[in-house]
């Protein structure tokens, strides 16, 4: 019997219809920094924003993983004009602050009106952009420093690029997930869509994938091909349930299944995003919400589903 807190012999988990596994999400350490942007208006600040974040869904292609996290009022930005703040996440600090110098002046500076401002100006380490950036202001850049920090003017066609040195980068997590499996391709997208729209509202999380929603869960490695670093989820496919050599996961009665994948500053902005989305994910044609994880041997950070959700 479930009781109306859904638990049944603290064995079984269920809300509005939908199991939630006795399982875990299995995340790991990563580094971030957050980008401020700024513009003459919304519009040009979020498409700048966009632009950055594009191609940056998994460092297993993109070498870095980045979102946007939120839009900014004036009152909030450097500035005092509409902004967007984006999170970019990489393995180490070195390599991270080569990504940002490359979408930084490549997406950013580009962008018709925008600044660049650090987002997190108390992280101990600290990397180089607006300081590279420069160069490219041939010797007619010029710099001024305010509140113990350096910002670079860089003469653009249209006026001047105003960007921050330096950086801060901060320890972080990435890969935080759950799945949503349900019955039909239809379902599995609106609960997908729904959780997506809730996790957005929370600020220190991006969420890297297109839409914010993965169709192409992987597995380490290959079984096939074995210089692969990763391959399809093989176990969560519908089309290869009861096809011999696959040992499929999926219920008789789940013929669709979408990952919700997310980075976060710290473990509580994790914490807060997951139960936000799989609250919302749990809504008719949904079977049960699951995550992916490797034994506990990929990453050291573990986001248990019942916890979460009691919590």
Known sequence: MIDEDGVAGGVSMVRRGVRILD????????????????????????????????????????????????????????????????????????????????????????????????????????????????????????????????????????????????FGIQKAIGGGNFLILAKDQDAALTAAEAAVEAMRRLRGVVLPFPGGIVRAGSKVGAKHYKKMIASTNDAYCPTLRGRSGVASDLPEDVNSVLEIVVDGLDRPAIERALRAGIEAACRPGVVEISAGNYGGKLGKHHFRLHELVNS
């Open 23 to 166: 399982t875990f999400a299995e995340a790991f350490d990563m580094r971030a920094a957050r980008v401020v942007i700024t513009a003459q208006s919304p519009v040009w600040a979020r498409t700048a924003a966009q632009s950055m974040t594009g191609f940056a869904t998994s460092v297993i292609g993109c070498k870095v993983e980045a979102g946007i996290e939120a839009d900014l009022l004036p009152q909030e930005t450097p500035d005092g004009r509409p902004g967007v703040s984006v999170l970019v996440f990489g393995f180490n600090v070195e390599g991270l602050g080569g990504r940002l110098v490359d979408r930084v002046g490549q997406t950013v500076l580009t962008c018709p009106t925008t600044a660049c401002f650090d987002g997190l100006p108390q992280a101990a380490d600290r990397v180089v952009v607006g300081g590279q950036l420069r160069h490219f202001g041939d010797q007619f850049q010029s710099s001024k420093f305010l509140d113990g920090q350096r910002y670079w003017r860089i003469p653009v066609m249209e006026g001047e690029f105003l960007v921050q040195e330096a």
